[in-house]
Structures are given as C-alpha cells and as structure tokens.
C-alpha cells in the first residue's frame, strides 16, 4: 500500500475524529447519560464533561481504513483486526454511557479480544527474549495465556492513566507513531498502515480535547487504543525478526508500569487492584506539583491546572518513545531503558508522594481563589448548559 494511500486515510482519519468530536461536545446536552460528573476519588475536574471520546476516535478509525481500502481496491484483514478490537470497544461505550461497570466483565471483554487476534490474526507472544520464558512460550497453551494477558492488560494499562486532559491520548499518539516508524523501516504495511490511522484519530480527537478538556477520551476511547496497540505490537514483532521483542514494551512503559505498579500498589495496603484511588502519579503531578497560589481556583483555572500536569508527565513518554526508536533492534539496550524508566518512576514517585518535589519543579499558577466564576454559576442555574473543561 502506497505512502500516498495511507497519508489520504490518515487525513480522512483526522477529520473524521475531530468532527465527530466537536459534534458530541455541542450535542451533549441531548445526551446526558454520556456526562461524566466529578464523583469519585479518581476525579479530577470539576464539571460534567462528555466521556465518549471514544466514538470519534473509533469512527476516525473506521473512516481511515474506508478510504485505504477504496483507493487500493481490495480487502485486507484490516476488518479481521478491527473485528477483534470491537468487544473491548463496545463494553467500554456501555461503561461510558451507563457510568459503571463490572470489573469482571471488562476483564472477560478485552480478554476475548485478545483470545480473537490470536486465534484470527495469528497474533501470539513467542518470545521475549528471556530465555527461562521463552522455553515456556514455546509451549502454545502457555503462550495463548501469556498473550491474553498481555494484549488485555495494555487495553487497561491505558485506561488507567486516562485522568488528565491529554495525557493518554498522547501516549497513545506517541505508541502508534512509534509503531508506524519502526513498520516503514522493516517494511511492514499492514502495521504501519494501521498505526497511522489510528495515529490520525487520536490526533483528530486531541484537538478537541486538548487543552480545554471539551470531551474526554472514556473507557471506550481507552480500550480501542490500548487493544490496537498491543495487537500491532505483537505483529509487528512477530512478523518481522529484526524488531526486539523489546520494542514494544519500552514504547509503552509508562500505562505499562503504572498498572503493575498499582496493583502492588494497592496489594500491599489491603485493597481490590480493582479499586479506584487518587494515588496514580498524574493524581500525585495534579496535586503536588502543580499547585495554587493559595485557594483551589475556579473551575477553568482547574483546567489549566489539569492540562499544565498533563504537559509534565508527556515527557515520560516522550523519553520512552526516543529510546526505543534509537535501540528498536538492541535487546539488551531496549531492557537496561526499561529498567532505567522503572527506577526513574519509582524515585519521581517516591518524592512526590513524600512531598520532596524540588521547589524548582514546583509550578505555581496565580488565580483568585474566591468564588465560582460566573459561568460555573450558570451552570448551577442552568444543568443543561455544557461546561467545557477538566
């Protein structure tokens, strides 16, 4: 498939989200079961937003692969592979629409899409160039289980770090890039295709939501980026030798990491791993070191405040995304920068939430921290008005 067939679907893609977007925004008040409000520990703005971000990145998606598919004029298993993606999806829009969930049923959900990209797709771990899990992966039922976890796991690694206006959109931007590039170096199609769509319309989505929080990116949004992610990880590393197994890991360190860490986490304090907390870095970021001048500010200072914290933790990614696109063929190198962004996480953590963030880190917005403004007060008046921000 040519570059310039892909370029046409990836600016098919961007539009497609971004209008989709817009169009939920301003329609929100005719759908207000999709409004999330802000109960919950986890929570971090402080009016109801639009949480179904993920049906304008999903349309974007399938708009993207539309147009690559009528201007090359054949069928490929791109649909296979959608198809495998869209239980994780329409569980997460449930979610988003109906504002609960049971943690066993989305657990079952992306497992099952996960359970149909390795039985559709062929899309299996085999190795990880660990050479104690390689000799069990040899063993099929071991690398089937292994596989399911994987790919279900990074569909909730996303979700998990979806707290603050941008932040896993652009891991998910950086991730499918990251893809797309080292595909077109090995000269794989298929991945680097479907990695620039879905590029495209996180991109298009991004737009929207960011900086202003207009719509959030939902559990939806989180499950088809995270799904497709791991999917075209695992077969742009099996497809193609030359690409460690290492690659995809480092790329997607951060929701990686913050989900295991989390667990642990929450194990060790006597609680669910499936229960919600403020303790996640981007919560610890938002509290600790963006800080007021005093007061709590009004609800648009929050979004500035949200957005700010959201611009410091980009650069985890960002660090990861340089390093495994320098070392995509270096095993060794690939798993000494996992180790590092592992120990550079757990002292960035462990300042945080010991209050030692250096004050030359510390950003301090200044904003009159009195009453609501006058437009969080139209909406206490008003509950069908929309209120664009995080």
Known sequence: MSAAITGAACAVASLMAAGCALALVRSAPRHRLSLDDAAGPQKLHRTPTPRIGGVAVALGVLAGVCTEQALAGAVSTAWIFLACVMPGLIWGLIED??????????????????MLGFVLLDARITEVGLPLVDSLLAVPAFSFAFTVLA????????????????????????????????????????????????????????LINYPGGRIFLGDGGAYLAGLMLAELSILLVQRNSEVSPWFPPLLLAYPVWETIF??????IHGSSPGHADALHLHSLVYRRVVRWNGGTGSASDCVTRNSLASLVLWGLPLL?????????????????AALGFVILY?????????????????????????????????????????????
């Open 151 to 206: 790919v279900a796991g990074a569909g909730h690694a996303m979700n998990i770090i979806d707290g603050l206006n941008g932040l896993a959109g652009m891991n998910a931007l950086l991730a499918s890039a990251g893809l797309a590039v080292v595909a077109w170096i090995v000269g794989d199609t298929f991945v680097f295709s479907l990695a620039c769509v879905l590029a495209a319309s996180v991109a298009g989505f991004l």
């Open 320 to 336: 990861c995304w340089i390093f495994a696109i320098a070392l995509w063929n270096f095993t060794a190198a690939l798993q000494a």
């Open 262 to 267: 989390s667990i642990y986490r929450r194990r």
């Open 346 to 390: 757990g002292l960035l953590y462990r300042q945080i939430v010991r209050f030692g963030v250096p004050a030359w880190l510390v950003i301090r917005l200044d904003v009159q921290a009195a009453a609501a403004s006058d437009y969080v007060r139209a909406i206490v008046a008003d509950p069908d008005t929309v209120v664009e921000g995080r």
């Open 97 to 114: 629409f109906s504002k609960r969930g049971a943690v066993l049923v989305r657990l079952v959900l992306t497992g099952i899409s996960a």
